[in-house]
């Protein structure tokens, strides 16, 4: 499978039981380049969508990675689990759930909401002392992680379930990167007294990119043949940075990693895109004008 342009941003929607990296090893094969990277993993039980970089478009992946993300989940109340998701080992015994009343669970979500501190999950991918928490924890290490601040701008109920003694919330999540959905199950559980857990969970959303956009990759031996439209990094860094024209001359001195002064008002970071709309270099804009190149493509990797 070709990939077109070859130096782009690709949409993937993440297939269950695939880590990211299979996704990127995946893609790697496909595209033909192991240079391919991703801008935020997903856990294995987990669908949706990653952003992957192909070429010079790994190179753009860092101001990706702290957009904002929504996701949707499934919530189970009645027992919380070791890894606060439907494949760690139950926690406590099972506590029947039913007889929570919605004003209950209101009164339990809000706190959830808005700027919070949060203590990640203990089989999270945070490093600790150089390793993985997800691998300190599997090798029966005792694993305490900070707590830090996040930001949850939308937690909302979609609809309730009962199953047994359990109660399955279907939840939609706004959230700042960095943010664990299985901790909200988590501590949502504990704040009502019934333990909780994940059953499901999907990203739908990182910062303007869409799950709708997104390939299903095929699996290995399928789907090797045809090309597949990909993001160009001018039409990608538009999406996410303020854009700065720049006129051939100044495209030229970009190139070389100079500092050439630029007509925009702006001030800040920016992607500067040349006539062509093509993506020239990442660039602080100085207070008098002058463009500092932060990030330069080469000119035959400018799509």
């Not at 009343?101 to 490093?127: C, F, H, N, W, Y």
Request: charged letters at 25%.
């Amino acid at each position: 499978m070709a990939i077109s342009p070859p130096h782009a941003l690709l949409l993937v929607d993440k297939a269950p039981g695939w880590t990211s990296h299979d996704a990127v090893g995946r893609t790697r094969r496909l595209a033909g380049t192991r240079r391919v990277g991703h801008a935020g993993t997903l856990d294995p039980m987990a669908t949706g969508l990653l952003v992957l970089g192909i070429g010079q478009g790994t190179r753009l992946l860092t101001y990706l990675v702290g957009l904002p993300k929504t996701y949707t989940a499934t919530v189970r109340l009645g027992q919380g689990t070791s890894t606060d998701d439907a494949e760690g080992e139950p926690l406590g015994s099972v506590v029947d759930a039913t007889g929570i009343a919605d004003a209950d669970l209101e009164a339990a979500l809000a706190p959830l909401r808005g700027e919070i501190t949060q203590v990640p999950s203990s089989v999270s991918a945070i490093k600790v002392d150089g390793r993985r928490a997800y691998a300190r924890a599997r090798a029966g290490e005792d694993v305490q992680l900070a707590a830090r601040p996040v930001t949850v701008f939308r937690l909302e109920v979609l609809s309730r379930r009962d199953e047994g003694p359990f109660v399955d919330l279907e939840i939609v999540m706004d959230c700042s990167s960095g943010t664990y959905v299985r901790a909200i199950a988590r501590d949502l559980g504990a704040s009502l007294g019934t333990g909780g857990h994940l059953t499901a969970l999907r990203r739908t959303r990182v910062g303007p990119f869409r799950i709708e956009d997104a390939l299903v990759l095929p699996p290995r031996g399928e789907g090797d043949d045809g090309t597949t439209p990909a993001i160009g990094l001018g039409a990608g860094a538009a999406q996410v940075l303020p854009v700065v024209q720049v006129d051939a001359p100044a495209a030229v001195e970009l190139g070389f990693g100079r500092r050439p002064a630029v007509a925009t008002a702006h001030r800040g970071l920016a992607a500067a895109l040349d006539p062509q709309n093509r993506l020239v270099a990442v660039v602080e804009v100085e207070d008098d004008g002058i463009a500092r190149p932060r990030l330069v493509i080469p000119e035959d990797a400018r799509t």
